[in-house]
């Protein structure tokens, strides 16, 4: 065996084994114990050894650089102990993204750990909306959305569509890393805007770019919550990945077909002619904000794998329905 592969498989034995230590430490926990733990020593708590700073992270099988810090180690704590219930649940929801976004994101050659860019996001809820108006699983605002090809009508919203809304993340972060020659800058930027990145490198770094180093010392003029991003993404994809508490097995992954209805179909009609709960086909097409097709046009409509030749033929059905009453 390659002795650098082998160290590096070495390194990455000992660092889910530690993370695997402090998920036992705190989930092994009472939650009184923990709560009085945390508050005692909040960005220091002894479940994350110290020892986990001063490691090296470069493994063969990562490509997003991974470091802890007192910023990580903050992040790691406050999910495993406080935001334990909600970090779990949004773990498990994952499972109906995991694939579809890992996927692309390898076709484009992107560090496969930017799927929990989602999870800081939105907690991979389609239907997610901040008190700034941004929607879906990627948190788009209107402007960005329309400038990387999302569509926003009355009938339609492809913020809140996951797989159009994932390609344009993608397509927006890989803009954006080549812009700044690092995952971290350009983290930075998804979260608080390029305009406000680039004034910060050009204030405190003299401009410099291609270095994830960058991020940290421009970190305390950044605004709270980009300062608080990076340190999130790192400390859930450490959890994620390396504390082996990610149970998928429950959820159905984001899978379906596509059938082209006419303009106007009803959702809440189609789904009572054949029997099925109408939150399935809504959960399907969540970017159909009115319950139904945008009329004047021939959509794709998703529908549950295995079921199109059903779907097809009831719209055709009640097609000719439509023509008779007509005649």
Known sequence: MNPEKFENRKSKAILTAIAGAILFWHFGMGLNQVVIGYYEDLRGSQAVPKAMAAMEREFVEVELPLEVN?????????????????????????????????????????????????????????????????????????????????????????????????????????????????????????????????????????????????YWEIIDHLPKETAQYVPKLLAVTYLAEYGQVFDGSGMKPYVYDVVWVPGGTSLPVLTERLGMRESELKGLNPHLIRGMTPPGEIYPLRVPVGSSTTFASEVGLSNRRVRLADD
Do not use: C
């Open 70 to 214: 007192k910023e990580v180690e903050y992040w790691m704590n406050h999910f495993s102990t406080l935001n334990r219930e909600a970090f779990l649940e949004q773990l498990a929801r994952a499972g109906l993204y995991r694939e579809m976004i890992r996927t692309k994101l390898i076709e484009q050659g992107m560090p496969k750990e930017l799927l929990y860019l989602a999870h800081i996001e939105s907690g991979y809820v389609a239907n997610a909306r901040s008190g700034s108006s941004a929607y879906g699983v990627w948190q788009f605002m209107g402007p960005t959305a329309r400038q990387y090809g999302l569509r926003m009508d009355f009938f339609v919203d492809e913020r809140r569509d996951p797989v159009q809304a994932t390609d344009a993340a993608l397509s927006y972060l890989k803009e954006l890393h080549e812009r700044y020659g690092s995952w971290y800058l350009a983290a930075a930027a998804y979260n608080a805007g390029p305009t406000r990145v680039s004034q910060l490198l050009r204030k405190y770094t003299d401009g410099r770019m291609g270095d994830e180093n960058l």
